[in-house]
């Protein structure tokens, strides 16, 4: 009996039916059902049952506890400032250095002694905090650079607990800080009101009309819509590097969400490198004993033992412990606290978070040596990166290391202590693999390192002349499986060609790689998902151990990335492509896979971890988006997480929002680090609850929200087909233009397209969407191709896809040092403005600079000056730019520092390099620059201004 409303939203034209992406999930039974422009539809990850029982803590108020902290104690670097906090014991019978006489403490929730400064704060530079998970395991001993530690020895806490982790780039709140809103009437020492301090503001809604501003793209890089708070509580929010939601003012209910016709969901960096990243060490980790939620800076604090929850409101007791000051060494104040005074923070989990003894870390390669994968040249490539690397790979003196190569056959290599030099032992079973030799093809890498070394030096040239055209990489995975799964850890595979023999054998599915048929078609979806479901079963066997699969694709030939895919997308690896990759042909991919490789091989990983998102009461996660298992409803299995793997998740209204003026999100990630310590990072979110409309579009996040619908748009293309996948993007942006329209007086809305805005931009990106390799239908693209881009939409930070789906263009051809940023080093750093991407942005004496995230385009009009020509690209005029050009030489002038500067400005924000290739106006390879202009009109798509139009010609007049 759901009564029905009647729905004001325009039918685009279509002979199908008109797709649309959900904003929430459906509503319970009972709850009148208001018409949403966005049906739901399933999420493309598959739900499985739970391997292991989420723990629950057994605290009690009063329950003794041990003091043992069960772990080793954090190692310690240079960069660290260690502060320890003593026992209560120890507070006791403290003796004062001067005097030797005992100092008397009062008991904790009476004023705080003399000798403490009021307002006391722990020390901090800015640091952002991370948030932590529960998981299986706990090990001690990992070195974070840049962190700050605090130590806290106090009491052990019961078993199940989650632990909390600190470390947060948001900078804390200086003296007291906001800890949350004490009840009516008490006061504790002088704790501020948090839900006082809470103002939400009247944001900017003042209508654009976007036929009327052409040149809408601000001229420097976007920053992300700032919730509407007050300012402590912006001060100590998350980081929206690490964590944002799409609306940064919550919608009070599902009614408001509908109305705005706007996705809400988050999306989370959570184990992003942070400098200054504050660790705690303490058995005791303060959780809510309902909803579990880790303390954080927006909870209440009633009085000197109690406080509530922030997301289900449930009042907690608290721990004598949490009110020991480590900078006084004495009881304090609880938002002296570094829980208190960071929303992102990381702690050293005690030894109850352990059901086995530490993992080491442990690394495997995979090298394809068929004759493809030889005549490419990528060996060469990857094992003189891991010798340059080999002592820069994370771990401690337990780190094993091993490598299987393959052709049709499976080769392993023993590298057994005191032999003069490896062998290479070859099993051609490839139905039923086994180890030749189980106890010395994983070894320890510090014992064994002579003999690594000499493999790694031996494997290019042992291969060198094979004629073998086949590639066993489902019988390799099968070998890796056997030889990791007793201790779990990470699986690097290097793949050049179609997988051809034993299990996991694939055939190209259409000849010419589809490239003759139009790919939007709805049969589209079938090529788009896996054509066996071999990967994915082998992707879940590897996850339950443990084990994540890293996929290198160095391929010029289709080699099935749908279904190859699927042993990294389900085992929580990452996936790299090297399309057209060789030494000789292509040096712009040889440099990037080289620069590549440095990163992955060094960079910090953790291993066994899980990861939970916990939301306010009255809200719920319906769909994540990510590379991952989901072992439960709210918990996602991630044998490995690395700091460049982004996940989103869309969020549901079910029930109002009406128990406070905020609402939370909070995030907890725990992990095994490299030195076997257990640890969890915590990231907390806090965001104002609206009941008006127009302050949802004030607080909108326009990238955030492109971010998610590019994730649903992947999912729609795979469940139905690319072109529902573009019919709905359009529809959103006419749904939301509507939507807006409505809140607007009639006599300013008549034949204007009119946004809010924060959401100026948001036809702008839609339209980018439409153009890119992942959505577009004109020019066809490779399946390969394609389908990398939509996972690599799914799978990475905002960051790194908004420079994909829109990248920045600047004007290098011209630097000055007006309005440059100079840096703590000395060094002055031009900034160019953003340009819109379109041909009237580009003069013919101007040099450009696209940039593009994995790739800097170095676009050269034909009428550049040759003094340019000299002092930047080292040659006499235009025409001896050669065509194209891999890459840009240093020079020693002005000019060329100040391009260098600026372009590794912009490489030092990023994770990964980029390299450079220089192209010509005139040259055959302009396609490669001008399909990035998505302002202009193509053969086969509308301009801006055209799309636009068309948004106009489909609104409710």
Known sequence: NTPQYPSNTPQYPTSAPRPQYPTSAPQPRGTPQYPSATPQYPSATPQYPATAPRPHSQTRPGHPVSQSTGTNPPSQSPLMTVYQTPTLAQLANQTTPETGSQTQHPAPGYNTPTNVAPGASYPSSGSQQKTGITGRRQYPGQQQQQQTMLHSSLPNQPAGSFPQEPGSSAAPVPGPGPVGAPVQGNSYHGLTTGLGQLNIHHGDTRPINLLQSRHILPTVPIEPTKANLSHDYKKINCDPSVFRSTLTSLPQNQSILTKSKLPLGIIIHPFKDLTNLPVIQSTVIVRCRGCRTYINPFVTFIDARRWKCNLCYRQNDVPEEFLIDPVSKTYGEPQRRPEIRSSTVEFIAPSEYMLRPPQPAVYLYLFDVSFNAIESGYLTVACQSILENIDRIPGDARTKIGFITYDSTIHFYNLQEGLAQPQMLIVSDLEDVFLPSPDNLLVNLSENRDLVI????????????????????????????????????????????????????????????????????????????????????????????????????????????????????????????????????????????????????????????????????????????????????????????????????????????????????????????????????????????????????????????????????????????????????????????????????????????????????????????????????????????????????????????????????????????????????????????????????????????????????????????????????????????????????????????????????????????????????????????????????????????????????????
């Open 454 to 957: 000499d493999l790694l030096n031996q494997l290019p040239e042992l291969f060198n002349g094979n004629r073998e055209t086949h590639s066993a990489l489902g019988p390799a995975l099968m070998a890796a499986h056997k030889l990791v799964s007793a201790t779990g850890g990470r699986v690097s595979v290097f793949q050049t060609t179609l997988p051809s023999i034993g299990p996991g054998r694939l055939e190209a599915r259409t000849s010419r790689e589809n490239k003759n048929k139009k790919e939007g078609d709805a049969k589209d979806s079938k090529n788009l998902t896996p054509s066996t479901d071999f990967y994915k079963k082998w992707a879940l066997d590897f996850s339950s151990q443990q084990i994540a699969v890293d996929l290198f694709v160095l391929s010029s030939q289709y080699i099935d990335f749908a279904s190859i895919s699927g042993i990294s997308k389900f085992s929580g690896g990452c996936l790299f492509y090297y399309p057209s990759f060789h030494h000789v042909a292509n040096p712009a991919q040889v440099e990037k896979l080289e620069n590549d490789l440095q990163r992955y091989l060094t960079r910090k990983i953790g291993f066994e971890a899980v990861m939970r998102i916990r939301c306010t009461k009255g809200m719920s996660i319906h769909t994540f988006h990510g590379n991952f298992f989901v072992r439960s409803t709210d918990l996602l299995s991630l044998p490995n997480i690395n700091p460049d793997a982004g996940f989103g998740m869309q969020i549901a209204v079910d029930d109002a929002l009406n128990e406070g003026t905020m609402a939370s999100f909070q995030a907890a990630l725990l992990y095994t680090s490299t030195k076997g310590e257990r640890r969890i990072r915590v990231h907390t979110l806090c965001l104002p609850v609206t009941s008006q409309l127009t302050e949802v579009y004030a607080g909108a996040d326009c990238q955030a929200i492109v971010a998610l619908l590019s994730c649903m748009a992947v999912d729609r293309s795979m469940s139905s087909s690319v072109q529902d996948a573009r019919e709905a993007f359009i529809n959103m942006v006419v749904d939301c233009m509507s939507a807006f329209k409505h809140t607007l007086p009639a006599s300013i809305t008549l034949g204007n397209v009119l946004s809010p805005f924060t959401l100026r931009l948001l036809p702008l990106y839609i339209l980018a969407l439409l153009k890119c390799d992942a959505f577009r239908l004109a020019n066809p693209v490779g399946l390969d191709r394609r389908v990398y881009e939509m996972e690599r939409l799914k799978s990475l930070p905002i960051v790194q896809n908004m420079l994909t789906i829109y990248p920045r263009l600047y004007p290098i051809h011209s630097l000055s040092n007006e309005g440059a940023l100079h840096k703590e080093d000395g060094s002055i750093v031009s900034q160019p403005p953003v340009l819109h991407l379109s041909s009237e942005s580009l003069n013919s004496n101007g040099v450009y600079l696209l940039d593009v995230d994995y790739v800097f385009y170095i676009y050269v009009c034909r009428q550049v000056s040759d003094e340019f020509c000299v002092n930047v690209l080292d040659v006499p005029n235009y025409a001896s730019i050669a065509d194209p050009q891999a890459d840009l030489p240093e020079l020693e002038n002005g000019m060329s520092q100040q391009v260098w500067a600026f372009m590794r400005h912009i490489l030092q924000q990023r994770p990964f390099h980029a390299p450079v290739i220089v192209i010509r106006e005139t040259s055959k390879f302009r396609g490669q620059v001008l399909k990035f202009m998505v302002d202009d009109r193509s053969e086969d798509s509308v301009s801006y201004i055209e799309f636009l139009q068309h948004i106009q010609s489909q609104m409710p007049k």
